[in-house]
């Protein structure tokens, strides 16, 4: 059963998980500190999501 997970697993999340990066924003706060912030976002998408 465990063998069969795990060919399941590979052929449907990680392939599809592929199409996604991890994008990590810094923000800075009224204190003058910096927070980061990580979004999973589709590569497309990457630079629409940097502009904003």
Do not use: C, H, P, W
């Amino acid at each position: 059963m465990a063998k069969a997970a795990k060919t399941a697993i590979k052929k449907g999340v990680i392939a599809e998980s592929k199409n996604y990066s991890k994008v990590i924003r810094a923000q800075k706060t009224k204190t003058g500190a910096y927070s980061f912030k990580a979004n999973m976002v589709l590569k497309d998408n990457v630079k629409d999501f940097l502009k904003k």
